[in-house]
């Protein structure tokens, strides 16, 4: 175990918990800005520590400390103590472990030696998803029947209904993706996805299985119970589902481990369908080879981008009253935005200068590829929330017909056509 | 190492199989078998079987254990709807007193064999690729088979159900 080793490992750890767990207090934000934008009204936008908002970001942290200091009740009625606590530890670490195996780059080559970028370097991939989104229930179904409830009750066994009915949907578009992939391993799907087809068009799972894609991202939102298959919540019919009865971080838990779920719901469809940390037309080799250009065109895009960015500051981020620290943040987003830009620039403009060796090569595709990742995520949770703020909750019965009598027998259809494509045209 | 994880392994599996038989309450019992199923998991992956330690979480513990969840609470047993039991602690000491001859007959056996390293293998072993060349090269009509098998089972069901429900019509 050398220092590289080590250190590799414990940034691929560090990665996974801040894609996941940190990324909460974003996910949350977000969700509440966006939602205040379809409601047309502003959302969080006023919290602060010493002028900074953020945006309203603070507002996240603020939330997650409350729940922190809550006082942690429990009511009399609850016979099963341990299970009760139990359930929101399940919910939480299973939706967390399901992130451990998304690659967040390409395979790093340091010396001799070549890492897989995961958090656990396994090639199972997609079987370690699939067995972790399927445990997850547990905790819904535990919690719900630990509470001793009616409402939590059924939210528990609507919540098992849906899973079972779904699980076989997903598990069917999956294979219809495999069978194109020809492996189960998500590093090697993502590289495969690096190709080009036909020469032009990047190889990215979308456009190869449009139908798996759609059949994979519908049971997505199923499995980590949101809108428009939130109905182990329910509000509206069983007051709050399955987490009526908890309270402060008990709550917590299954409130971020929702998140995580849905970060990591996010990271699988990224990784499996939209070229995960692949730029389109800019492979791994491709990168490396133009690694010099990649650098200038850095240099040179980043200050425009961040000139436009810093005048949609100035323009959206105003407090109209002078004398409060708050009005004083723009001033200083633009100075930090200004100092970013420097130390970048700079330090792009030095590796350029001095040139660099091919582990900075292997390091520097690394990053942009990580870099990639991310937004990408970004993305496609801000798809996640943009769908809750804006369809209604399906009725029980609807939720049922639509698993078992239009997603599961497309989906096998699907198996079918992409069989024979596969077999008649040689992969 | 490896010892020690086997021995904590089988321990939990063990309790859990203990537990499945011993709580009243059935909900405890499914939950029991599910400890109990992903311990013997993790006894999988130590015998460099990672597919079938996949296989068994993905199908027993994530899907079957969660349907069997989902019936117990459909039904919502209430303590006086379950059976009284007052000889079950004897009754579980007799049959455990009856496997005695079994688990002697193979101790001796696992006695008899040589001895085999314990430590996982390399090229692949239990590997999804090998696993699946095996199965499809070797085992196609038996897997094709039981395959049918499963099918029959499963259309079986669905002509029973249907039936029940016609007889309640009339």
Partial sequence: ?427 | MIDIIFLILSLIAIAGGFGMIIFAQPIYSALSLIVCIIALGGIFALLSAPFLFMVQIIIYAGAIITLLLFIIMFLNIKDDNLPEEPNKISTIVIGGVLLIPFNYLILKSFAAMEDKPMHILSNGFGSIKIFGTELFENWLVPFEMISLLLLAALVGAVVYARKENKSEEK
Avoid at chain 1, 156 to 185: C, D, P, W
Avoid at chain 1, 340 to 348: H, K, P, T, W
């Fill in chain 1, 1 to 427: 175990m050398d220092i590289a080793t080590v250190s590799i490992v414990i940034i691929n750890i560090v990665i996974a918990i801040i894609l996941s767990l940190a990324f909460v207090p974003i996910l949350v934000w977000m969700e509440r800005r966006v939602a205040g934008f379809i409601q047309d009204r502003l959302g969080p936008n006023r919290c602060h520590i010493g002028g900074m908002r953020l945006g309203g970001l603070v507002q996240s942290f603020a939330d997650m400390l409350k729940l922190v200091f809550k006082e942690d009740y429990r009511p009399d009625s609850i016979k099963e103590k341990l299970l009760f606590t139990l359930s929101p530890a399940i919910v939480f670490a299973t939706s967390f472990l399901t992130f451990m195996v998304i690659p967040f780059s390409d395979d790093l080559t340091i010396g001799a030696k070549t890492y897989m970028m995961q958090a656990l370097p396994i090639d199972l991939g997609i079987l370690w998803i699939l067995a972790f989104a399927g445990l997850s229930v547990y905790g819904i179904i535990l919690g719900g029947w630990a509470s001793n409830n009616k409402y939590s009750l059924l939210g528990g066994v609507r919540a098992a209904a849906q899973v079972i009915s779904y699980e076989a949907t997903m598990g069917l578009s999956i294979i219809s993706i495999l069978i194109v992939y020809g492996s189960v391993n998500l590093g090697d799907m993502v590289r495969f996805q690096g190709e080009l087809l036909w020469g032009f068009i990047p190889a990215w799972g979308v456009i190869l299985q449009p139908v798996s894609a759609i059949l994979f991202i519908i049971t997505a939102f199923a499995e980590t119970n949101r809108a428009p298959f939130d109905i182990a919540e329910g509000e509206s019919e069983i007051v709050g589902g399955f987490h009526t009865e908890y309270s402060a971080m008990r709550f917590g838990l299954f409130f971020v481990g929702e998140y995580v779920a849905m970060s990591a719901a996010s990271a699988l469809i990224v990784t499996l369908f939209f070229g995960g940390y692949q730029i389109p037309w800019l492979n791994t080799e491709a990168l490396k080879d133009n690694i010099q250009t990649v650098l200038i065109s850095t240099i040179v895009i980043m200050p425009i981008i961040s000139f436009f960015f810093a005048r949609w500051i100035k323009r959206n981020n105003v407090w109209p009253v002078k004398d409060d620290p708050r009005a004083k943040e723009t001033g200083r987003l633009l100075k930090v935005l200004i100092f970013i830009n420097v130390l970048i620039v700079l330090s792009l403009a030095l590796i350029l200068a001095f040139g660099i060796s091919s582990n900075g090569v292997n390091i520097s595709v690394a990053l942009i590829q990580f870099i990639t990742f991310v937004a990408k995520l970004i993305v496609m949770n801000f798809f996640f929330i943009l769908v809750r703020w804006t369809l209604v909750r399906f009725r029980y019965d609807q939720v049922q017909d639509l698993g078992w009598k239009i997603l599961l027998p497309i989906s096998i259809a699907n198996i079918f056509v992409t069989a024979i494509f596969v077999v008649a045209f040689g992969g």
